[in-house]
């Protein structure tokens, strides 16, 4: 896998993500102040924090679209980004905005692998406006997947779904990242999702990562797991937004709701 580097450093194939000592500052605030973090290929990493904490600038410079003041960052070369909104070209078909810019047979079929693959293939034709919220979210995955990337990169790509949808997105995400085994960076405002899809969880706070946590709660994951909920409260403690109950509670309540919790920040 080829890296590239937005400032001069040492090459490795081993990580999809090499960040050193980067810096992005925004007026006078230091939005990201010195983020060392090394992202393993396959590794499946999601990434927590306030509002305004950073977590879009992190992921912007991630996929190039924005530079650094200081620091290098070194990127997978072949990646891809779904942000919260699907950004499909209405004046497209669903097929073209899978390849987008590119024409052909040769491209259709793959368009349709992808498509096959998010569970749209009915939908090759279609035009984006006949979407739905979720199928058109899942065009967006289709048209990161096909570029076929060694680093995928997830801005809250589930926040305007339902939650029944959410759920299927989940489902989707994770039997893809099964089959191609892409690094992962999933930006959530959701804890439970990032305990639901990954492998570790990064908290982001006043511009550094303020928590760094491997999930080891067993898969498939279920929300009522006492590991999964003792993981939850100590997220929630670090976000700052944990209610006073007791884990056997937060269990409880969990079971009772048949797992439909969810807490946001
Ligand atoms: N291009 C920019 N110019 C000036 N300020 C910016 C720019 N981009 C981001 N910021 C500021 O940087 C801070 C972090 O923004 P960012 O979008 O990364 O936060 P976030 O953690 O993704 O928030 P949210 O959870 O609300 O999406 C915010 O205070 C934002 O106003
Ligand atoms: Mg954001």
Redesign the pocket.
């Known amino acids: 896998m080829s890296l590239v580097n937005h400032t001069p450093s040492q090459t490795t194939t081993l990580h999809a993500v090499e960040l050193t000592q980067v810096r992005?500052i925004?007026?006078k605030?230091a939005?990201l102040d010195g983020i060392d973090l090394k992202i393993c290929q396959a590794e499946f990493v999601a990434v927590l924090?306030?509002?305004?904490?950073?977590?879009?600038?992190?992921?912007?410079l991630l996929s190039g679209l924005?530079r650094t003041d200081s620091g290098s960052v070194r990127v997978a070369a072949n990646r891809s980004v779904v942000f919260q909104e699907p950004r499909l070209v209405f004046a497209k078909r669903v097929w073209e905005n899978v390849v987008l810019g590119r024409k052909g047979i040769g491209a259709r079929r793959e368009a349709l692998i992808a498509l096959e693959e998010v569970g749209l293939a009915t939908h090759v034709d279609a035009w984006p406006k006949t979407l739905s919220g979720g199928e058109a979210q899942r065009v967006a995955l289709a048209r990161a997947l096909v570029k076929q990337p060694n680093l995928l990169l997830l801005?809250?790509p589930f926040a305007s779904l339902d939650a029944l949808t959410r759920i299927k997105m989940y489902e989707l995400v994770g039997q893809l990242w099964e089959r191609h085994h892409p690094a992962v960076v999933l930006?959530t405002?959701d804890v439970d999702e990032a305990i639901l899809l990954a492998d570790r969880i990064l908290v982001?706070a006043h511009g550094t990562i303020g928590l760094d946590l491997t999930v080891n709660v067993d898969k498939p994951r279920d929300r009522a797991d006492p590991a999964f909920v003792s993981l939850r409260l100590r997220l929630l403690a670090e976000l700052g937004v944990a209610p006073a109950q007791q884990p056997t509670e937060l269990i409880q309540n969990a079971v009772l709701s048949h797992g439909r919790t969810h807490h946001e920040i």
């Open positions: 992005r925004f007026g605030r939005v924090g306030p509002s305004g904490t950073g977590k879009t600038t992190l992921l912007r924005d801005d809250e930006v405002h982001l």
